[in-house]
């Protein structure tokens, strides 16, 4: 047996096969020794059947049924089944680097709580969609999520079961990763950046995936700031800024290097600017919707 710490590697999963495939075999691939380590895939009751994910996993883990929906029940349940003493976090459309739990576990020794650098894929770099160079510029920023708004996303996160047991599960029904991250920064934790504990999450393709997206982010969202003080004030001043910050976004789009060419350019800046219209109206749309409490 080689030394050093055992790892609980936990994969949330509902009816995507094939990025659980290759998300295994990236898994399979890591540097960090394979008898130092378990994968534990939480299947949310996927219609294909669990002898289906099964087939898919294989000898590399084990599967368990969480019927609960939502990621977090699905990520609580793989927990609950597993017995590293670090937790390493990551989605199953989600692809990692040789060196991702090498970087994560090391990153552990300076940090109580720690998230890593995700890479945006797309299907042919020569020819994004609008959407694609959108998110290639804007989405996974876990670099800006850690260091300046204090929460890092479960697609890419590592700490110490002790952490994970002192803070409790993850909610469920408002923006999970960043309410635990939260939770376990204000208890104390020191929440770390680490690059080199890379992943590679695709990007959406299309319209209705990113206005699906946001529709649910924003839901999320809402539900987070519920119950504050004047918290329906508050999410409308907040909103009502969004047109004005796709100006002050532009620089960054016209500066990325992920992007290539002034077609891909454009095509990125047409979603930014939709996009936060899009949000402003369907945040109005929240507060409509949604009564206040009591």
């Known amino acids: 047996m080689s030394a050093g710490p055992f790892v609980s590697v936990v994969v949330p999963h509902y009816q995507d096969l094939a990025g659980l495939k290759i998300c295994m075999a990236s898994l399979a691939a890591q540097t960090f020794p394979r008898d130092r380590f378990e994968i534990v895939v939480a299947d949310n009751n996927s219609p294909v059947g669990l002898e289906a994910v099964k087939a898919v996993v294989g000898d590399l883990g084990k599967v368990v049924l969480v019927t609960e929906k939502g990621a977090g029940p699905a990520r609580n349940g793989a927990v609950a089944a597993s017995r590293g003493e670090i937790l390493a976090f990551i989605d199953s459309d989600c692809v990692a680097e040789p060196q991702w739990l090498d970087e994560g576990v090391k990153g552990l020794e300076r940090f109580d709580l720690v998230g890593g650098r995700v890479r945006v894929l797309v299907g042919d ?54 309410d635990w991250s939260r939770r376990a920064v204000a208890g104390g934790a020191r929440l770390g950046y680490v690059p080199d504990a890379a992943i590679g999450h695709p990007a959406r393709v299309t319209w209705e995936q990113l206005s699906t997206k ?31 910050s796709a100006v002050a976004h532009t620089p960054k789009v016209l500066r990325s290097p992920e992007l290539d060419t002034v077609g891909q350019r454009a095509a990125a800046l047409g979603v930014l600017y939709r996009l936060r219209f899009w949000r402003l109206i369907d945040a109005v749309r929240l507060l409509a919707t949604t009564r206040s409490p009591g």
């Open 125 to 178: 770099p020569a020819a994004m969609t609008p959407a694609e160079a959108f998110e290639r510029v804007f989405a996974f920023d876990f670099k800006t999520y850690i260091e300046k708004k204090g929460f890092t996303g479960a697609g890419n996160m590592f700490c110490r079961r002790t952490l994970f047991e002192r803070v409790g599960p993850f909610g469920v029904g408002l923006s999970e990763d960043v």
């Open 214 to 244: 946001w529709r649910r982010l924003n839901a999320e969202t809402f539900g987070l700031m519920a119950g504050a003080p004047h918290h329906r004030l508050r999410w409308l001043a907040r909103n009502a800024l969004m047109p004005l």
